[in-house]
Nanobody, 122 residues
Framework: QVQLLESGGELVQAGDSLRLSCAASGGTFSNYAIGWFRQASGKEREFVAAINWSGGIAYYAVSVKGRFTISRDNAKNTVYLQMNSLKPEDTAAYYC???????????????WGQGTQVTVSS
């Protein structure tokens, strides 16, 4: 079973950049695809980005494509989410999740981190 820990969330201004990290432990990291999801206050959790086991295939939500980049370092058991040109509507708790085989829906993921808060002020 893999455990996930997100970090890097903070309060930033619109237009700023931020990099989130998702550190994994307790499993063979390269066996898992990793997804990033976010949940704004009062809204459902939504897909942001996902990456396959090798890092060779990535998926993005339309709302973040061109601004966010997902990457992974299997030697460090870590996945990153580089977020550029942040907007107030990006404000949410961001979660990483793991499963065998990439997917883009919340229900498909088996393991979840506790989340990290990103707040973008206008």
């Amino acid at each position: 079973q893999v455990q996930l820990l997100e970090s890097g969330g903070e309060l930033v201004q619109a237009g700023d950049s931020l990099r989130l990290s998702c550190a994994a432990s307790g499993g063979t990291f390269s066996n898992y695809a990793i997804g990033w999801f976010r949940q704004a206050s009062g809204k459902e959790r939504e897909f942001v980005a996902a990456i396959n086991w090798s890092g060779g295939i990535a998926y993005y939500a339309v709302s973040v494509k061109g601004r966010f980049t997902i990457s992974r370092d299997n030697a460090k058991n870590t996945v990153y989410l580089q977020m550029n040109s942040l907007k107030p509507e990006d404000t949410a708790a961001y979660y990483c999740a793991a499963r065998r085989g990439e997917a883009t829906t919340v229900a498909d993921y088996d393991y979840w981190g506790q989340g990290t808060q990103v707040t973008v002020s206008s």
